[in-house]
């Protein structure tokens, strides 16, 4: 019989049976799942590494005990890997971060003002990134440009092709321009999954214009967190969004394992509960922590840093309410040793070194052994006396007698090369902020009074780094604002005169006031000197091979 005979006769059933029983029998119409699944895809605190960043990411032995493991992890093009792979096992996916993308970069990315970051971010598929406080370390007007592109400003166009700018979308809710009282850049956006719309808030920590140069938060206003998003739930309400993913580039810190939430406190713990209680996850960062956990009923996760790990993020929506009946994640490790390289962002990185490989690999000195950042007890550290220690000296030409140097400029510990050598990547990538140098006069009094301020006014939790010559004792049991104690300022074995002048030297961004340090900004006699990472470059030529020195000059009681 042949195929268009079977087809003939059973064309010719389904008429007889209709004659017959005035009926036909056919499929019941499928209905659509209870539910729709939705993955979020998450990073935060990139920091322009582009490629594994040293030191990978530490985790718990899985032998057991305290000790901890390190994972060789991060790079985009391993990342890109991962991201592509979860994307390709669910119907609907979103890739969104959580600020810092930019700012404190190697000098891969950060020679080039970043645009190799967010070119590789958009070639990923980035949709969506709230602000961070390091998205405004060069202003307003740079974070601008890297959203809508075009040559920087004062260098022009300096990588190997034009830059367009960002394909995904930043997030400011509570970023407001005081003039005209709108927001930097929109608060929300609403992404629709099988015809539900989940609005994705995104929004930076209210302590941010502390943090930045006064230059940089100069005519915007950064509000409370909660009070912004309790704010806009009622008005998407209104819309028909009933599901609230919150990306909010603040955090806390944990001592358990990347999918844990072990011993969780910092700001995200005194927000959280704070939010309507419409908001179903907060996607957190800023503290470079990852963590896994439920805060007052809403999941809260957070992906360490520099690309190491991606948040998986799993939501069921409710397609009669609307609204997210179950989310759960997952911390997945961006392991080098298990995901391919993905090969247009290898392309990528490969245009962009061929341009930074010269700068980079230029040899400047060496050290003995390695220069770390960590702190002791007094808050000082061996790689921050060095740093005082190259800018004092750079200052001497503007008559520099002392140096203070921002722990939190201090980006990474000063590695140990081939034969001990130390390129000029290593050094931008422990000072990558592009900083100068500033000599002005201060008083006794007013160091004393700047010396308090760490601990009064700073919204760092670091200790000023001090230079050769100059020390002091600080004790916590006397009372706040006065814990340096009495006769223990001395700069090269005397004691400071409170109504002498000195001559210091800081960076730009302390000059300014960074870091809290309002008092800076009464200094007096400004000489604009030399770039920090010159600075330190020339130290290291003197002075090779430098040995790592032992932190003496600042001791704290009690």
Same mark, same amino acid.
Request: proline share 5%; charged share 20%; hydrophobic share 40%.
């Given at each position: ?267 995200? @713990?005194? =927000?959280?509960? +704070? %939010? !309507?209680?419409?908001?179903?996850? *907060? &996607? $957190? ?25 991606? @948040?998986? =993020?799993?939501? +069921? %929506? !409710?397609?009669?309410?609307?609204? *997210? &009946? $179950? ?232």
């Amino acid at each position: 019989m042949s195929a268009e005979f079977r087809g003939y006769r059973g064309a010719f059933f389904v008429v007889v049976m209709f004659l017959l029983t005035g009926t036909v029998a056919v499929a019941a119409p499928r209905k659509p799942p209870a539910v729709v699944d939705v993955a979020i895809l998450a990073i935060n605190d990139l920091h322009g590494n582009l490629v594994p960043p040293w030191g990978g990411i530490s985790v718990p032995d899985p032998a057991g005990g305290d000790k901890k493991v390190t994972i060789v992890a991060g790079g985009v093009e391993y990342m890109a890997t991962l991201v592509h792979q979860l994307r390709r096992t669910h119907r609907n996916s979103i890739f969104v971060a959580v600020g810092d993308l930019v700012g404190a970069s190697p000098l891969l990315s950060g020679l080039f003002h970043d645009e190799p970051t967010v070119e590789s971010m958009s070639q990923m598929g980035l949709g969506l990134s709230s602000v961070g406080n390091h998205e405004f370390d060069d202003g307003r007007a740079e974070l601008l440009r890297l959203q809508n592109g075009g040559c920087h400003p004062t260098e022009g166009c300096t990588g190997p092709h034009h830059f367009d700018g960002a394909r995904f979308h930043y997030l400011a809710a509570n970023v407001v321009d005081t003039k005209t009282g709108k927001t930097l850049f929109p608060s929300y956006y609403v992404r629709w999954f099988d015809g539900l719309p989940v609005a994705f808030i995104g929004l930076t920590l209210h302590g941010t214009g502390s943090i930045i140069s006064p230059a940089a938060s100069a005519g915007l206003e950064f509000r409370d967190e909660a009070d912004t998003v309790n704010a806009l739930i009622p008005k998407l309400q209104k819309q028909g969004v009933q599901a609230f993913v919150v990306l909010l580039h603040e955090g806390g810190t944990t001592t358990g394992a990347p999918n844990e939430c072990k011993d969780l406190t910092g700001p995200i @713990t005194q =927000i959280v509960p +704070k %939010l !309507d209680k419409a908001v179903d996850v *907060v &996607v $957190s960062g800023h503290t470079h922590q990852a963590y896994n956990c439920v805060i007052d009923g809403r999941l809260v996760t957070s992906a360490h840093r520099y690309g190491t790990v991606v @948040t998986e =993020i799993d939501l +069921k %929506l !409710d397609r009669r309410t609307h609204d *997210v &009946v $179950s989310a759960r994640a997952n911390n997945v490790i961006v392991r080098d040793d298990t995901y391919a390289k993905d090969p247009a962002q290898t392309r990528l990185i490969a245009a962009y070194n061929a341009l930074v490989a010269p700068v980079a690999s230029r040899v400047v000195g060496k050290i003995t052994a390695p220069i770390t950042r960590a702190e002791n007890d007094a808050g000082e550290s061996a790689l921050g006396e060095v740093i005082a220690d190259a800018q004092l000296a750079a200052g001497r030409v503007t008559g520099a007698q002392i140096a203070f140097m921002n722990s939190g400029g201090i980006r990474a510990d000063l590695k140990l090369g081939q034969d001990g050598a130390v390129s000029y990547a290593d050094l931008f990538e422990v000072q990558p902020f592009g900083n100068t140098l500033v000599t002005l006069t201060l008083s006794g009094a007013q160091i004393k009074s700047l010396l308090e301020l760490q601990w009064v006014e700073s919204i760092s939790a670091h200790v000023l780094q001090v230079s050769r010559g100059f020390t002091y004792t600080w004790d916590k049991a006397r009372p706040v604002g006065d814990w340096v104690v009495p006769g223990s300022l001395l700069l090269n074995g005397k004691p400071l005169d409170p109504a002498a002048d000195y001559r210091v030297v800081v960076s730009n961004f302390l000059a300014d006031g960074g870091d809290g340090l309002s008092l800076l900004r009464e200094g007096r006699d400004r000489v604009t000197g030399i770039g920090a990472v010159d600075a330190m470059e020339a130290y290291l030529r003197a002075n090779s091979p430098l040995a790592p020195p032992s932190p003496d000059r600042i001791k704290r009681l009690n």
